[in-house]
């Protein structure tokens, strides 16, 4: 696949208009395109479309790029570029727009993020997102679902196995505006059910499974049970739990550097978990797994 196919203005603004990217994120794309010569990041560009060699990519690309001072737009402008290459695959197999540009829409989601935590929009997760350009990675509804096989040993919970080694399963991810309330998660459960049926049927999974700490029954001593993340969690059988995992800072405080006595107290989620953990208390983070025939 050619980088330059889809390396033209007119394309790439349509997508950033239809996933909601910032006017001025999808300027400085359009600028990079205009002042750097992609032909260096072509040699790695099929490996984007690969999910087991997208770390090829990141790699090889990264260094390519390391004293590049717009490196996270050039990043930007590759993976959008390729992402319409992905729309063409979607097209192949039926999958509808609809779900294409919500699975895109990461790009506009991550560069927000950016803007959050830094000040300034920029595009720092090419290590993530090449699963979303190989579809292995979908949003469908308020979730992200990925395709994965289990690398661990398998899960016994009472004498039963739940997931052995090699099973395959699907990953879920929350993006960070998701709407975890108990309908908008069941309805993302029941559509992803179908649309594996349909668009993966050789892919037979039996249980979904999450690795985060938005799932650790910690949550419980911070959060009221009417709270959108307990009901979430509320739905998995945890399986193991990581009192020492820090990954909430990231997400709840945009910044994993923090001291809990430098946690912002901006929501009462950011409330009550500073005043837990300044209590001694901690969040960690877990790992469960869901009977997909539930639903």
Known sequence: MNIFTHLKENEIRSLCNHINMPTEATDETIRVMNTYDFSNLQPYFDCLFDVKKGDIAVKEMNEILKDEADKGFILLATSLSAALYTQEQY?????????????MGCFSRFVKEH??????????????????????????????????VFPLEDIVVNGKTLLKKNEPYLSIHIPSDARIDKANNHDSYHRANAFFAKYYPEFHYNMFYCNSWII???????????????????????????????????????????????FPEDTSLQRNIKQHVLNGG??????????????
């Open 91 to 103: 097209h192949e197999k039926g999958i509808s727009d609809d779900i294409f540009y919500d699975t």
């Open 282 to 295: 901690k969040i960690g983070g877990a790992r469960g797994v869901i009977d997909k025939n539930l639903f």
């Open 216 to 262: 650790s029954p910690n949550l419980k001593k911070v959060l009221p049970e009417t709270s959108n993340i307990i009901q979430f969690l509320s739905d998995f059988s945890i399986i193991k739990v990581d009192e020492d995992e820090e990954g909430y800072k990231t997400w709840v405080f945009k910044n994993s550097n923090l001291t809990p006595e430098q």
């Open 115 to 148: 803007k959050v935590s830094y000040g300034v929009y920029g595009f720092d997760r090419f290590f993530w997102s090449y699963r979303q350009l190989a579809q292995s990675l979908f949003r469908i509804g308020t979730l992200e679902f990925e395709l994965a």
